[in-house]
């Protein structure tokens, strides 16, 4: 080997001063792992709290309030069907609509949703009324 | 006084948990741990990271250091351990930003010479970099901390002869490497 690259190498390789900063890191690691460890823990809470508020948001509304009255009859004669014990679909069809329904019937003001204003025909809406009986016409 | 101590009774008060002996000890060889992790990694970032995972590591486990080897190459153990475990994808080794102000601080040469040093010093660490991390390693223990085939065997956890080898290897290599430096000074004396 060359005494040049002997040379060179002892000369740009030479030992380096360490930062005065490292003894305050030294210092400093519990805090900074707990911290770390905090900050891991995070957010998997974060993720399980998020997805029950989701899961929350989007059951709560669906299930039925419970009554006392024949929801389902009422339903049907309001719609103006002779035979109430007919074979109905009774079921929200369409999303927007089913949404209309639910966000009246558990507003905290039971706010009045007219079927005029979100059934087109006059079967539409029965499944969401069935379901979701609060509504007043 | 601590201080004053010797090396057994430094380890011996840090085992008591005397914070002034794990700062004694720390003074003793933070240049040392800091120089192979900077000249290992090439980046002051990641050396600052080795080097205090290395003390952290020295004082976690100095209850148990019986001395069965010497001290400073128990902690040439330690930051060789975790520079090679240190399998992050390697960046130049020293930051443009440092090159220039090395350029401005080289108040000995002019302006010229002082460039041409820079630029010779980047294209060495440049070629120590792409060496491979166990050849790298030789070479940082060699140039960097000056230490003898016998005590770079007993860190490394290896034979002279294979100490031997990889300097050979990484020592061609870099020479082949750097070549062209040779050759634009005229023989290679810079």
């Known amino acids: 080997m060359s005494d040049w690259l002997k040379r060179e190498l002892s000369s740009h390789l030479a030992p380096a001063q360490a930062p005065h900063a490292l003894w305050e890191r030294l210092e400093r690691p519990p805090e900074s792992l707990a911290g770390k460890a905090r900050s891991w823990t995070r957010w998997p809470i974060a993720a399980m709290l998020t997805l029950a508020a989701a899961a929350g948001a989007y059951w709560l509304p669906a299930r039925p309030p419970e009554s006392e009255f024949p929801t389902q009859l009422l339903a049907v004669q309001s719609a103006g069907r002779p035979d109430p014990s007919g074979d109905w679909a009774l079921h929200c069809t369409l999303p927007a609509r089913k949404v209309v329904y639910q966000v009246a019937a558990f507003s905290p003001q039971r706010i009045p949703v007219s079927p005029m204003v979100i059934a087109s025909a006059p079967g539409d809406g029965i499944g969401c009324r069935q379901c979701h009986s609060t509504i007043v016409n | ?190």
């Open chain 2, 1 to 190: 006084m601590v201080l004053e101590g010797t090396e057994r009774e430094l380890v011996r008060a840090c085992q008591r948990g005397d914070r002034d002996a794990f700062r004694a000890l720390f003074e003793i060889h933070k240049d040392r741990v800091y120089s192979v992790a900077l000249r290992f990694s090439g980046d002051p970032s990641d050396a600052m990271d080795i080097a205090q995972d290395t003390f952290l590591k020295l004082f976690s486990c100095l209850g148990s250091f019986r001395g069965q080897a010497r001290l400073d190459t128990f902690i040439y153990r330690l930051v060789v351990n975790r520079c090679l475990d240190r399998k992050r994808k390697l960046r130049r080794l020293l930051p443009l930003a440092e090159d220039w102000a090395s350029t401005l601080r080289a108040t000995g040469d002019g302006p010229v010479e002082a460039l041409l040093r820079t630029q010779m010093r980047g294209s060495i660490r440049a070629a120590v970099e792409k060496l491979p991390p166990e050849l790298r390693m030789v070479i940082v223990l060699r140039y960097t901390e000056g230490l003898a085939y016998d005590q770079i065997a007993e860190v490394l956890g290896c034979s002279p002869g294979t100490v031997a080898s990889r300097l050979n290897r990484a020592h061609k290599t870099l020479e082949r490497r750097l070549a062209h430096l040779v050759s634009e000074k005229g023989g290679g004396r810079v």
